[in-house]
């Protein structure tokens, strides 16, 4: 009897320990810190280029001056080394690491004012190589100078830059001159897009590139002739351009009577499709009635059925006890942040609560009077998760408690960093905005299962992460110009 006994205690404590074991294991992880890095007031800016065969690059930057710091898998700083830019009025418009090869894109200005665009490989200790050019646009001083914006296929195998033309005529048109590379610099497809709106009724909320080399830009129309409440006012339109048949072509997506509150774009190369989902109204532009999902093939580049679906009242009633904005059956003050692709072709949105409050406030000045200005406050709040199924079904729909404001910041601790780990997706964000500040890390799994941690005590800019493969997310943390680089790996 007494070893009977024994033996159940043992297997009940085995069992006990197996599932803490496997608890944990949702969260299994090292958190690795770099040594404090000072940053100057000339370099204070700070991006994650990528993962390379030789460690961690990260680009330190200001106005003028550029480095490339290398760290190792260890997270000490190998070396710190200048960027030079030659050129009259040069100015660096994007570093990528496709591959293995950092990438630099960069432009400078003739005495004709016409900005041509390149770009160099660049060796690990900062060296370029022989330039390509990529195009030119005229740039007379007295208009817009526009940025080139590049995008890599998800294999990382090509690069897409593009630019918005200006000074066009007529007005009532735009172009978007595209150029598609390899990562050896190889043009594979160039193409002049016309977009047939006023310069200022429009702009392109993503953009994204196939492992093919296609483009795809969400664009989103504001029609000023119409009145605010006429759900046309505010359109969304699919452009692509695909570089074999070297065409283009546009899809309309919106819902007719039903307002479109906010769309994401995201390539889904497993299944062979370009998935668009957002959220609609069936009242106004800033509240949410339902989901909706639509797929353009990559195969025949047909525009699959529409599906949506109206959020459930049992849903609604959970988030008036969450104590989240929601009147007359709909959500309020939600945009959709994020995209993640299911493996089934189903998507799962991830949307934030956000809004910006402005507070004027008196200040002295030398006439011994006050001066009335303004303090913007950037409130960052609680997240929506939606996991859609194909048919537009909602699989499950769940709520992360979350209170930001901050001021005058940039939005680098605020809001989220996201990583996908296999059946998993985490959310890692800033609890207190302050030097008490806990980082927070949110587990879901695809079920919509949920598990909450504490990380650690410190400030993370989760606006310039970055998840280097399946099993790392990098942060960076600043505070007070100390640089230290945050690893999680999984």
Same mark, same amino acid.
Request: proline share 3%; glycine share 4%; charged share 25%.
């Given at each position: 009897?007494?070893?009977?006994?024994?033996?159940?205690?043992?297997?009940?404590?085995?069992?006990?320990?197996?599932?803490?074991?496997?608890?944990?294991?949702?969260?299994?992880?090292?958190?690795?810190?770099?040594?404090?890095?000072?940053?100057?007031?000339?370099?204070?800016?700070?991006?994650?280029?990528?993962?390379?065969?030789?460690?961690?690059? @990260?680009?330190?930057?200001?106005?003028?001056?550029?480095?490339?710091?290398?760290?190792?898998?260890?997270?000490?700083?190998?070396?710190?080394?200048?960027?030079? =830019?030659?050129?009259?009025?040069?100015?660096?418009?994007?570093?990528?690491?496709?591959?293995?090869?950092?990438?630099?894109?960069?432009? $400078?200005?003739?005495?004709?004012?016409?900005?041509? %665009?390149?770009?160099?490989?660049?060796?690990? *200790?900062?060296?370029?190589?022989?330039?390509?050019?990529?195009?030119?646009? *005229?740039?007379?001083?007295?208009?817009?100078?526009?940025?080139?914006?590049?995008?890599?296929?998800?294999?990382? $195998?090509?690069?897409?830059?593009?630019?918005?033309?200006?000074?066009?005529?007529?007005?009532? $048109?735009? $172009?978007?001159?595209?150029?598609?590379?390899?990562?050896?610099?190889?043009?594979?497809?160039?193409?002049?897009?016309?977009?047939?709106?006023?310069?200022?009724?429009?702009?392109?909320?993503?953009?994204?590139?196939?492992?093919?080399?296609?483009? %795809?830009?969400?664009?989103? %129309?504001?029609?000023?002739? =119409?009145?605010?409440?006429?759900?046309?006012?505010?359109?969304?339109?699919?452009?692509?351009? =695909?570089?074999?048949?070297?065409?283009?072509?546009?899809?309309?997506?919106?819902?007719?009577?039903? +307002?479109?509150?906010? #769309?994401?774009?995201?390539?889904?190369?497993?299944?062979?499709?370009?998935?668009?989902?957002?959220?609609?109204?069936?009242?106004?532009? +800033?509240?949410?009635?339902?989901?909706?999902?639509?797929?353009?093939?990559?195969?025949?580049?047909?525009?699959?059925?529409?599906?949506?679906?109206?959020?459930?009242?049992?849903?609604?009633?959970?988030?008036?006890?969450?104590?989240?904005?929601?009147?007359?059956?709909?959500?309020? *003050?939600?945009?959709?942040?994020?995209?993640?692709?299911? *493996?089934?072709?189903?998507?799962?949105?991830?949307?934030?609560?956000?809004?910006?409050?402005?507070?004027?406030?008196?200040?002295?000045?030398?006439?011994?009077?006050?001066?009335?200005?303004?303090?913007?406050?950037?409130?960052?709040?609680? @997240?929506?998760?939606?996991?859609?199924?194909?048919?537009?079904?909602?699989?499950?729909?769940?709520?992360?408690?979350?209170?930001?404001?901050?001021?005058?910041?940039?939005?680098?601790?605020?809001?989220?960093?996201?990583?996908?780990?296999?059946?998993?997706?985490?959310?890692?964000?800033?609890?207190?905005?302050?030097?008490?500040?806990?980082?927070?890390?949110?587990?879901?799994?695809?079920?919509?299962?949920?598990?909450?941690?504490?990380?650690?005590?410190?400030?993370?800019?989760?606006?310039?992460?970055?998840?280097?493969?399946?099993?790392?997310? =990098? @942060?960076?943390?600043?505070?007070?110009?100390?640089?230290?680089? #945050?690893?999680?790996?999984?």
């Amino acid at each position: 009897m007494k070893t009977f006994v024994h033996n159940r205690i043992y297997k009940a404590l085995f069992i006990l320990l197996l599932f803490s074991f496997l608890s944990e294991g949702v969260f299994a992880q090292n958190i690795s810190w770099s040594p404090v890095h000072k940053l100057s007031k000339k370099t204070g800016a700070v991006e994650i280029i990528g993962k390379s065969n030789q460690g961690y690059l @990260i680009h330190i930057f200001g106005s003028k001056e550029h480095f490339i710091a290398l760290y190792d898998v260890n997270m000490k700083q190998e070396w710190i080394k200048p960027l030079i =830019l030659e050129g009259k009025s040069v100015r660096l418009e994007e570093i990528i690491l496709p591959k293995d090869t950092m990438i630099m894109i960069y432009s $400078t200005v003739g005495e004709d004012y016409i900005r041509s %665009y390149y770009a160099r490989k660049l060796s690990f *200790d900062g060296r370029p190589s022989k330039p390509v050019k990529i195009g030119e646009l *005229d740039v007379d001083s007295r208009q817009v100078d526009p940025r080139m914006r590049v995008k890599l296929s998800k294999d990382r $195998t090509k690069i897409l830059c593009y630019l918005k033309r200006p000074n066009e005529k007529p007005e009532n $048109t735009r $172009t978007l001159l595209c150029h598609v590379f390899t990562t050896n610099l190889q043009r594979i497809g160039e193409k002049e897009i016309r977009i047939p709106f006023k310069k200022s009724t429009w702009r392109i909320e993503n953009f994204v590139l196939d492992n093919n080399g296609n483009s %795809y830009f969400l664009i989103r %129309y504001r029609n000023t002739k =119409l009145k605010k409440s006429n759900p046309f006012r505010k359109q969304f339109f699919l452009y692509e351009y =695909l570089i074999e048949q070297d065409i283009t072509n546009n899809y309309d997506l919106n819902l007719g009577e039903k +307002y479109v509150s906010s #769309v994401k774009l995201n390539i889904d190369n497993l299944n062979k499709k370009v998935s668009v989902g957002g959220f609609y109204s069936d009242n106004s532009f +800033y509240s949410i009635t339902g989901t909706f999902n639509l797929c353009v093939d990559l195969e025949t580049s047909k525009l699959l059925p529409l599906a949506y679906q109206k959020i459930d009242s049992a849903f609604l009633v959970k988030l008036v006890a969450e104590r989240i904005s929601a009147h007359n059956g709909e959500i309020n *003050d939600f945009t959709i942040k994020d995209m993640v692709l299911r *493996d089934d072709g189903g998507i799962i949105l991830i949307a934030e609560s956000e809004y910006e409050i402005n507070k004027p406030y008196n200040a002295p000045n030398v006439y011994n009077t006050y001066t009335t200005n303004t303090i913007t406050y950037y409130h960052y709040n609680d @997240i929506l998760i939606f996991s859609i199924n194909p048919d537009g079904s909602v699989h499950w729909n769940k709520v992360v408690k979350k209170r930001q404001v901050s001021r005058e910041n940039d939005g680098y601790y605020t809001s989220y960093s996201l990583s996908i780990r296999r059946d998993r997706i985490f959310l890692i964000f800033n609890d207190d905005i302050s030097r008490n500040n806990n980082v927070v890390q949110y587990s879901i799994s695809n079920k919509g299962e949920i598990n909450v941690r504490n990380l650690f005590k410190d400030i993370i800019a989760t606006g310039l992460s970055m998840q280097l493969g399946e099993d790392e997310i =990098l @942060i960076p943390s600043i505070y007070r110009s100390n640089l230290r680089l #945050v690893k999680l790996q999984y």
